[in-house]
């Protein structure tokens, strides 16, 4: 697809609309209609193939009205030609751009290198969040493995020996 054709063929089939645009300017926003509205139905573009089309309207179907119209609205300079021609480019840019295929990715393997870069930051983290807690206390880490080797076996009691196992237990 050849971007000066493209050019060439929307600015031929763009309709274009003005008005008064808003924002900084002077006498010149109260006076003059700058801002430029530029429409171009899709179905009119006679360069681009029907499949072109298509990709055309899925790409762009937020920007698209309910009567196939590509609609882009400028109002950025105080000169009602430096928008159309600002309008014009946008409106080649975009279609441009959804025509383009993406590219696949090229699934790639990390080298050994940042493998251990990133082991070895995750060492680093760990350590220094390990330097931040409070020293552990002997006692309660042999009561911490009584409880959980004692929850362990609960679980794999059934219900019966389970209550059994309370009973004794407790009282």
């Known amino acids: 697809m050849d971007i000066s054709l493209l050019h060439t063929c929307i600015v031929n089939q763009t309709k274009c609309t003005y008005s008064r645009s808003s924002g900084p300017g002077g006498q010149n926003v109260n006076k003059v209609n700058t801002k430029v509205t530029a429409r171009i139905k899709i179905a009119d573009l006679d360069i681009l193939q029907p499949e072109e089309k298509e990709s055309v309207l899925i790409h762009l179907k937020n920007q698209i009205n309910e009567d196939q119209e590509l609609v882009i609205s400028v109002q950025e300079k105080r000169s009602q030609f430096s928008n159309k021609k600002i309008a ?84």
Do not use: E, H, W
């Open 88 to 171: 014009y480019d946008r409106l080649v840019m975009l279609i441009f751009n959804s025509l383009k295929k993406p590219k696949k990715r090229l699934a790639t393997q990390p080298s050994i290198q940042v493998i251990k870069k990133r082991l070895a930051n995750k060492k680093k983290r760990s350590q220094i969040k390990k330097d931040r807690q409070k020293p552990i206390d002997p006692g309660s880490v042999c009561l911490f493995l009584f409880v959980t080797k004692l929850s362990k076996m609960i679980i794999k009691l059934n219900r019966f020996q389970f209550f059994c196992f309370q009973f004794c237990f407790f009282y």
